[in-house]
């Protein structure tokens, strides 16, 4: 039996399309800098005619090639998304097809802290030897369910894919991960009118949903760190849900760690929700920040509420 799920390839996707702040300027009642200055957001992607399998086919196709391993290798995939692209059959099943696997897939929904528990879950399979080789994707077209003329949301979400290959290794991998749920808190962050035969769009307590956020996480990262016995000064990289600056920003001074040892990427795409961590460290390993034997801190929060974190070592 393998003891730890390992981290052994990344891999990304945003759509081409890009609607800065100014472009949103256009319709709503805002500004370049008043986005910034609230979010950190200064662009996002939107599909066209894109699928959110589209986007996890790229981004997996990607982390399979940095991991050097075959999709027909894969003893499992786990796709998080809030926005599957039927209600059957699962979207993770369409990418299965899509990528030349054979192995079981089933899609998983909480949100914003979809990677999360996706991971956690993965980690799971291969613990008890269930699964060997895992892909795990956080994909999202989120704007199929943005409303377009509501500046309280239509500033924030965007449309992206990252994935991880998970492998059963004596080598250190994932070190601790922990869930929680709160159904108290469904109409913070929700889908509106959201039935099997219509789409609604995403409605948020912005103030509300802040103020849970920065709690919830800041409580979660302290006690992460508590049970694996390190400080806030032996994490080299906190990889959080890229939702809103203010948020990162809060959740880091809380637990005493300087942003710049923080990831941040939503600047370019904006809240990616099941698809932001992934994304971001895809990034930060492609450009070097991210090594090999790093302590990584993945943090997210979805509507609801769920949250979740997970203590890895690259």
Request: net charge neutral.
């Amino acid at each position: 039996m393998n003891k730890f799920a390992r981290i052994i390839g990344t891999g990304s996707y945003l759509p081409p399309k890009i609607v800065t702040n100014d472009d949103l300027s256009k319709t709503l009642d805002t500004s370049d800098e008043w986005i910034t200055s609230r979010t950190g957001i200064k662009e996002r992607r939107i599909v066209t005619n894109e699928s959110t399998c589209d986007l996890a086919l790229i981004a997996a196709n990607n982390a399979l090639k940095m991991s050097g391993i075959n999709a027909t290798e894969l003893d499992l995939i786990i796709l998080a998304t809030t926005t599957p692209d039927k209600i059957f059959p699962a979207t993770a099943t369409i990418l299965q097809k899509a990528i030349g696997a054979n192995c079981p897939a089933f899609d998983l929904q909480s949100v914003c802290a979809g990677f999360v528990f996706a991971l956690t879950t993965a980690e799971q399979y291969i613990k008890t030897g269930a699964a060997n080789k895992v892909l795990v994707v956080g994909s999202e077209t989120l704007s199929r369910i943005v409303d377009w003329k509501d500046r309280s949301t239509a500033i924030l979400f965007g449309d992206g894919a990252g994935a991880v290959i998970l492998e059963g290794s004596e080598e250190t991998g994932i070190l601790h991960s922990k869930l929680f749920s709160d159904g108290n808190y469904l109409s913070s962050l929700q889908v509106s009118n959201n039935t099997i035969n219509e789409t609604g769009f995403i409605e948020m307590a912005g103030n509300e949903v802040f103020k849970i956020a920065v709690n919830r996480l800041s409580s979660l990262a302290q006690d992460t760190l508590k049970a694996c016995n390190m400080g806030a000064d032996e994490l080299d990289w906190m990889v959080p849900h890229q939702a809103n600056i203010r948020i990162i920003s809060a959740v880091a001074k809380r637990i005493k760690t300087p942003m710049d040892k923080v990831v941040v990427t939503l600047d370019k795409h904006g809240n990616t929700s099941a698809a932001s961590i992934p994304l971001a460290l895809d990034t930060a390993v492609r450009d070097g920040r991210i090594q090999k034997g790093q302590k990584l801190l993945f943090e997210g929060i979805g509507g609801g509420f769920s949250w979740g974190s997970v203590l890895v070592k690259f």
